[in-house]
């Protein structure tokens, strides 16, 4: 990676943590430029505006999360295994790098969310579709809209990571019950 990627990357990645602490409106340049220990001139090299860093850094935790779950996928495997090992990376990383799921949540409900946003392609909606599409193939997995099956695993273990973010002390005393939650998932969607 040369200097000019790294250092769009400590700024994206710096934006990221305060947007996380924050919210989009704690974020101003000249904070995202102090926290990454460049000028606030260095940040408009990469981004002519705010906005368009928040755009930016959305394709970025999305390419992020694609590319942290595309490479722990292992297609050799029967699908059962494959969406264990989806689920448990996906959680993982989303508890390891907590402001990837806070950073898509709020952009989610914010204006920067727009149609033409929702309309530009997207590679991690695109793998997680063709990953359930291949569970569907494979008989494994109930014939639905590979979409509607992605929304289910998906809001499944958000709302897991969220209860376990958000709620540490009811945590603590559902611990052992937590963990059904997977199983409960795939009994959901696989094939009877």
């Known amino acids: 990676m040369d200097q000019n990627t790294n250092k769009k990357i400590l700024i994206l990645e710096s934006?990221?943590?305060?947007?996380?602490?924050?919210?989009?409106?704690?974020?101003?340049?000249?904070?995202?430029?102090?926290?990454?220990?460049?000028?606030?001139?260095?940040?408009?090299?990469?981004?002519?505006?705010?906005?368009?860093?928040?755009?930016?850094?959305?394709?970025?935790?999305?390419?992020?999360?694609?590319?942290?779950?595309?490479?722990?996928?292992?297609?050799?495997?029967?699908?059962?295994?494959?969406?264990?090992?989806?689920?448990?990376?996906?959680?993982?990383?989303?508890?390891?790098?907590?402001?990837?799921?806070?950073?898509?949540?709020?952009?989610?409900?914010?204006?920067?969310?727009?149609?033409?946003?929702?309309?530009?392609?997207d590679p991690w909606g695109e793998w997680t579709e063709a990953f359930f599409k291949e569970g569907i193939e494979s008989g494994q997995l109930r014939p639905l809209n590979p979409k509607i099956l992605s929304m289910m695993v998906m809001g499944s273990a958000i709302s897991l990571i969220r209860f376990k973010t958000y709620f540490k002390t009811k945590t603590a005393s559902t611990a052992q019950d937590l963990h059904l939650i997977p199983k409960m998932v795939w009994d959901g969607i696989k094939f009877q």
């Open 15 to 121: 934006a990221l943590e305060l947007i996380r602490e924050n919210g989009f409106h704690g974020c101003p340049i000249s904070q995202v430029a102090k926290q990454a220990s460049v000028a606030a001139g260095s940040v408009y090299t990469y981004f002519e505006s705010k906005d368009e860093m928040i755009l930016e850094l959305h394709r970025y935790v999305k390419s992020e999360v694609l590319k942290e779950i595309s490479e722990k996928d292992h297609p050799e495997k029967n699908f059962e295994a494959r969406f264990f090992d989806f689920w448990n990376n996906l959680t993982s990383l989303y508890q390891e790098r907590a402001a990837f799921q806070s950073f898509l949540e709020q952009f989610t409900s914010s204006p920067y969310n727009t149609e033409t946003m929702q309309l530009e392609s």
